[in-house]
């Protein structure tokens, strides 16, 4: 196929050939990957000016996307990708082959440094993904901080540079630049551009931005950064959002609602942190979609209520795909066993050909975590209808797995249909999605305002009992 890239795709590509460090926070379906390859492919044969290009990326990703799209435009044809990836003598094998890019996923960059030292090869590394590298504090971050400077070129590609606010900033741009506009360290720009928020007694768990930061940190990073989004370049198909409610019964409604109660009531709202946020809201969303794990990770089931209404999409669906996002493994087995009476090809998300025979329109479902979904992977060739059947917090993975369909290539209306449990935490999780506020943030006032309900109730029916 012959590339003709639009325009902001050109402008694009001559920043990555001109500028040896660049950030590329371009929205979803703006041609990220094909950007980053024909700005390598000019580099490598026509100006010499790089001879080894690493590729680190989700593990999806590197499995398919960088060589799919390297294999699908004419002008890329001699370009010859590795891909460094499964049991460590398969990596050794890839990284000896003969080649001019290597794509490793991010989960192995430690062990690549371990691997190379003081002899690392790249001399041009792209991040596909650069919000991957958003903690200072992970093992993939210091390692490759220590190789900057055997790195003559580095590029991020990212949609969503700070997905859970601008502290995420820092040590992506750290990579491109070495700390030179947003400072040497995480705590300089933490103190310079930001104020403690919400704290408990010995620490701070979260912090805001000063007045003007936002504006200030733009300002920074705006010549090492190129910011598009996709509604100023491409005519998307259109998408419409469904919230199909499910209702429990009298009796599972009643099992939620104990069970809510008893966890919620066990945690003080004035001192719940991240961490308890998290381990509540995954047992109360596992509630909602119909089992939990007990103790001995035993599955527990409460009821199925999600599992009929899926059943009904798929008879309504006419005969066109689905893919469905589950939250839990046991979501997964849960639907699986369901659907196995309604003669269906149900295939998981895993490996390259997972996302061919999807493709090819060869499965009724595809069954997907977002996690494993969420970048750069094309699924658009095999269908346009997008069921939730689990929710979560995460906003940039609701974004990101719905782009999968809706992106550039879609021909037919994309529809997203998301199970939601009334009366349950699904509700919270729904409202911050759609209002573009699914954060942990949102996440621990849900809570403190159910743990509060909670409260309430009790105080009322004690003071009730009083008086009798």
Same mark, same amino acid.
């Given at each position: 196929?012959?590339?003709?890239?639009?325009?902001?795709? !050109?402008?694009?590509?001559?920043?990555?050939?001109?500028?040896?460090? /660049?950030?590329?926070? /371009?929205?979803?379906? =703006?041609?990220?990957?094909?950007?980053? =390859?024909? +700005?390598?492919?000019?580099?490598?044969?026509?100006?010499?000016?790089?001879?080894?290009?690493?590729?680190? +990326?989700?593990?999806?990703?590197?499995?398919?996307?960088?060589?799919?799209?390297?294999?699908?435009?004419?002008?890329?044809?001699?370009?010859?990708?590795?891909?460094?990836?499964?049991?460590?003598?398969?990596?050794?094998?890839?990284?000896?082959?003969?080649?001019?890019?290597?794509?490793?996923?991010?989960?192995?960059?430690?062990?690549?440094?371990?691997?190379?030292?003081?002899?690392?090869?790249?001399?041009?590394?792209?991040?596909?993904?650069?919000?991957?590298?958003?903690?200072?504090?992970?093992?993939?971050?210091?390692? /490759?901080?220590?190789?900057?400077?055997?790195?003559?070129?580095?590029?991020?590609?990212?949609?969503?540079?700070?997905?859970?606010?601008?502290?995420? /900033?820092?040590?992506?741009?750290?990579?491109?630049?070495?700390?030179?506009?947003?400072?040497?360290?995480?705590?300089?720009?933490?103190?310079?551009?930001?104020?403690?928020?919400?704290?408990?007694?010995?620490?701070?768990?979260?912090?805001?931005?000063?007045?003007?930061?936002?504006? #200030?940190?733009?300002?920074?990073?705006?010549?090492?950064?190129?910011? *598009?989004?996709?509604?100023?370049?491409?005519?998307?198909?259109? !998408?419409?959002?469904?919230?199909?409610?499910?209702?429990?019964?009298?009796?599972?409604?009643?099992?939620?609602?104990?069970?809510?109660?008893?966890?919620?009531?066990?945690?003080?709202?004035?001192?719940?942190?991240?961490?308890?946020? +998290?381990?509540?809201?995954?047992?109360?969303?596992?509630?909602?979609?119909?089992?939990?794990?007990?103790?001995?990770?035993?599955?527990?089931?409460?009821?199925?209520?999600?599992?009929?209404?899926?059943?009904?999409?798929?008879?309504?669906?006419?005969?066109? #795909?689905?893919?469905?996002?589950?939250?839990?493994?046991?979501? !997964?087995?849960?639907?699986?066993?369901?659907?196995?009476?309604?003669?269906?090809?149900?295939?998981?998300?895993?490996?390259?050909?997972?996302?061919?025979?999807?493709?090819?329109?060869?499965?009724?479902?595809?069954?997907?975590?977002?996690?494993?979904?969420?970048?750069?992977?094309?699924?658009?060739?095999?269908?346009?209808?997008?069921?939730?059947?689990?929710?979560?917090?995460? *906003?940039?993975?609701?974004?990101?797995?719905?782009?999968?369909?809706?992106?550039?290539?879609?021909?037919?209306?994309?529809?997203?249909?998301?199970?939601?449990?009334?009366?349950?935490?699904?509700?919270?999780?729904?409202?911050?999605?759609?209002?573009?506020?699914?954060?942990?943030?949102?996440?621990?006032?849900?809570?403190?305002? !159910?743990?509060?309900?909670?409260?309430?109730?009790?105080?009322?029916?004690?003071?009730?009992?009083?008086?009798?």
């Amino acid at each position: 196929m012959i590339f003709k890239p639009h325009d902001y795709q !050109r402008y694009c590509i001559n920043r990555m050939i001109l500028e040896s460090h /660049l950030g590329l926070l /371009l929205d979803m379906g =703006l041609g990220k990957t094909v950007i980053a =390859l024909t +700005a390598i492919n000019d580099l490598r044969f026509n100006r010499f000016a790089i001879s080894r290009t690493l590729v680190i +990326a989700p593990k999806k990703v590197a499995e398919d996307t960088w060589t799919r799209e390297s294999s699908k435009w004419d002008h890329l044809h001699l370009l010859r990708i590795n891909a460094v990836l499964g049991a460590k003598n398969k990596r050794i094998r890839a990284l000896n082959t003969p080649g001019d890019i290597w794509v490793i996923n991010r989960e192995n960059v430690q062990w690549l440094v371990d691997y190379y030292r003081n002899d690392w090869p790249f001399d041009c590394v792209i991040i596909d993904e650069l919000s991957s590298f958003k903690n200072p504090s992970a093992k993939r971050f210091k390692a /490759l901080k220590l190789m900057l400077p055997h790195i003559k070129r580095l590029y991020g590609l990212t949609g969503t540079p700070a997905p859970n606010g601008l502290l995420d /900033l820092w040590s992506q741009v750290y990579l491109l630049d070495q700390g030179q506009r947003l400072g040497k360290t995480v705590t300089a720009y933490r103190d310079r551009y930001f104020n403690p928020d919400q704290r408990g007694a010995d620490r701070i768990y979260t912090y805001k931005p000063k007045d003007g930061s936002e504006g #200030s940190i733009k300002a920074a990073i705006s010549d090492i950064c190129i910011s *598009l989004s996709a509604r100023d370049y491409l005519t998307l198909p259109k !998408r419409i959002d469904n919230v199909i409610p499910v209702h429990l019964s009298p009796k599972a409604a009643a099992q939620y609602r104990e069970m809510e109660r008893n966890m919620l009531l066990q945690v003080d709202e004035a001192t719940i942190d991240a961490s308890t946020a +998290a381990v509540l809201s995954n047992k109360l969303l596992q509630l909602c979609n119909g089992a939990i794990y007990d103790e001995n990770k035993a599955v527990y089931a409460l009821h199925d209520e999600k599992l009929e209404a899926l059943k009904e999409i798929v008879d309504t669906a006419q005969g066109n #795909s689905l893919l469905v996002f589950y939250n839990f493994q046991h979501d !997964r087995d849960r639907i699986k066993k369901a659907l196995s009476r309604m003669k269906l090809k149900i295939g998981e998300l895993k490996t390259p050909e997972d996302i061919e025979e999807w493709n090819a329109g060869k499965l009724d479902i595809l069954l997907a975590h977002p996690a494993s979904a969420a970048y750069g992977l094309n699924l658009q060739d095999g269908g346009h209808i997008v069921v939730w059947f689990g929710l979560n917090w995460s *906003l940039e993975l609701y974004q990101q797995a719905n782009a999968r369909l809706h992106r550039q290539g879609q021909t037919e209306t994309v529809i997203v249909q998301h199970l939601v449990t009334q009366g349950g935490m699904d509700e919270q999780v729904m409202e911050a999605l759609q209002g573009k506020e699914a954060t942990q943030e949102a996440l621990l006032n849900a809570l403190k305002a !159910r743990i509060e309900e909670y409260k309430q109730e009790e105080e009322n029916a004690n003071n009730e009992a009083k008086t009798l």
